[in-house]
């Protein structure tokens, strides 16, 4: 468990995969600030929370924003000592990759691969000081693919890639790796009272660890990564979905 001072960012953290991370390390004792475009959903989880976060509204493709982002977080909170790039556009299909317009293609870069090129460009300072940790969030789309979803698997294989450059370039008082989340069951962590259908059986039977991913499974690998045992990891892309990239599937 780390200290009360020490201090983290997470990208995207109003929802989803990200709110699991911001609870997650608040309740590990971490000072936790989070940036989302949500601002509805990031006063939420902020006036509901019993633990030390902070909400800043903001959009991680604007370095102005980026700048503003990191300025707060270290005014409010003395330093930073890991920041987890999350914040992404989550829905990967883009229609047929003949039909899919500049505009939807550079959204998604700017966001999923250029928004965590910012955050990361603007905390390294605050991170060496601290000798501390980036984790980004790809996905496992960065190594397979469904059909029409050029844009997105690019920006998350790219995620990867960049992982690994930043691993040697700021090493060794910045650690930087990478998880690629397989199913993830995000729908009760969409920052509202609505509780979801239950999973299939099968949704779950599919997968080798017999169940599909919650954001808890994500976020207690972030915390480990940014971690002390964790000192001799880097420049990693870690799998974690049950499984099912291992699995060969072909049709009978």
């Known amino acids: 468990m780390k200290s009360a001072q020490s201090v983290a960012l997470v990208t995207g953290g109003a929802k989803g995969i990200g709110r699991g991370i911001v609870l997650h390390l608040a309740s590990a004792g ?31 493709a604007s370095e102005p924003d980026v700048q503003r982002i990191i300025s707060q977080t270290v005014n409010w909170a003395g330093g930073l000592n890991a920041v987890i790039n999350n914040a992404g556009i989550a829905d990967p299909h883009t229609g047929p990759v003949e039909e899919l317009s500049l505009e939807q293609w550079q959204r998604r870069l700017n966001v999923n691969l250029t928004g965590p090129f910012l955050v990361t460009k603007h905390a390294v300072p605050h991170l060496r000081k601290a000798q501390g940790a980036i984790v980004n969030m790809a996905s496992t789309r960065a190594l397979q693919s469904e059909p029409e979803s050029e844009a997105y698997a690019a920006t998350k294989g790219g995620l990867v890639a960049l992982t690994h ?9 910045i650690r930087a790796n990478c998880i690629s989340p397989g199913w993830i069951d995000t729908r009760g962590w969409q920052g509202t009272t609505e509780k979801p259908e239950p999973l299939s059986a099968s949704d779950h039977q599919q997968h080798p660890a017999g169940r599909v991913g919650t954001p808890e499974d994500i976020a207690a690998m972030v915390a480990y990564l940014i971690s002390p045992e964790a000192s001799f990891i880097t420049g990693q892309n870690f799998v974690v979905d049950g499984g099912m990239t291992r699995k060969m599937i072909y049709e009978e």
């Open 30 to 60: 971490w000072k936790v600030v989070f940036c989302d475009t949500d601002r509805m959903a990031g006063e939420q989880l902020a006036a509901s929370s019993e633990h030390d976060i902070l909400f800043v509204q903001g959009d991680v």
């Open 165 to 173: 450059a930043l691993a040697v370039s700021l090493g060794p008082d």
